[in-house]
């Protein structure tokens, strides 16, 4: 079993920015594509970002594109989000995920662990 668990969640200004951190814990993730979903109030969990075990490709939301960055560190078992720029529309509960496969994908069916999440507001 794997245990994520989220930190870095706060209250930011607009423009502002904020690092999303998750640290794995049970088993090493290093083979497991790891991701960023979000869940705004009275909206679905949509992906955000996504990162191939070896940390060499990364797909992102067209939403986010050019403002996140996911990176991984397969020596710490842990994953970021930096978030730049960020826009009300950006204000939900972010979770992190780990999919037993190489490659990430943009569905939530896709990954099989999952973290309690952290939250995220962005004031206007």
């Known amino acids: 079993q794997v245990q994520l668990v989220e930190s870095g969640g706060g209250l930011v200004q607009a423009g502002g920015s904020l690092r999303l951190s998750c640290a794995a814990s049970g088993r090493t993730v290093s083979t497991y594509a790891m991701g960023w979903f979000r869940q705004a109030p009275g909206k679905g969990r949509e992906f955000v970002a996504g990162?191939?075990?070896?940390?060499?490709?990364?797909y992102y939301a067209d939403s986010v594109k050019g403002r996140f960055t996911i990176s991984r560190d397969n020596a710490k078992n842990s994953v970021d989000l930096l978030m730049n720029s960020l826009i009300a529309e950006d204000t939900a509960v972010y979770y992190c995920?780990?999919?037993?496969?190489?490659?990430?994908?943009?569905?939530?069916?896709?990954?099989?662990?999952w973290g309690q999440g952290t939250q995220v507001t962005v004031s206007s």
């Open positions: 995920a780990a999919a037993l496969s190489p490659l990430p994908g943009r569905s939530r069916f896709q990954y099989n662990y």
């Open positions: 990162i191939s075990s070896s940390g060499g490709a990364s």
